[in-house]
């Protein structure tokens, strides 16, 4: 048992140490080529989570959750746009983020949550996946 517990205590090690991905993503119907446009400051692993959340029915965009349902996972596919440029490294456990002038771990991170806000309003005015071409509804409600 002893074992097991030291091994699972360097995965979670291991993890933490990883660098965070942050950025923009989009899902894509390859069926009628609506997008959903979504940003996160953990990029690893939210397509698994995205595909989850879609498989158990409790996506919170409901048009997205209905074609999921109609066409199938196999008609959606998942592409990083873009991805933040770090002035620090942002690991998972925060250890290492701390600045000389004071700001603490989740000064930084609320920094890069207000970037990749941010660069999910210039792709959001570029790719325009509101209607027929997306899963968003615009200011005019469609």
Do not use: F, H, I, M
């Given at each position: 048992m002893d074992r097991n517990k030291e091994k699972r205590k360097q995965l979670v090690s291991?993890?933490?140490?990883?660098?965070?991905?942050m950025g923009i993503y989009q899902i894509k119907n390859e069926a009628n080529g609506r997008l959903f446009i979504g940003?996160?400051?953990n990029l690893?692993?939210?397509w698994n989570k995205e595909k989850f959340i879609l498989e158990l029915g409790s996506h919170m965009?409901?048009?997205?959750?209905?074609e999921w349902k109609q066409f199938g996972a196999d008609r959606f596919t998942y592409l990083v746009l873009e991805t933040v440029k770090f002035d620090h490294e942002v690991r998972y456990d925060y250890k290492d983020v701390f600045l000389a002038e004071g700001m603490e771990?989740?000064?930084?991170?609320?920094?890069y949550k207000r970037e990749v806000d941010r660069l999910k309003e210039r792709w959001m005015e570029?790719?325009?996946?509101?209607?027929?071409?997306g899963y968003h509804k615009n200011s005019e409600g469609r």
């Open positions: 291991e993890y933490q140490e990883r660098e965070r991905t940003g996160s400051t690893e692993g939210l965009n409901k048009e997205l959750q209905r771990a989740g000064d930084v991170v609320r920094k570029e790719l325009q996946p509101y209607g027929e071409r």
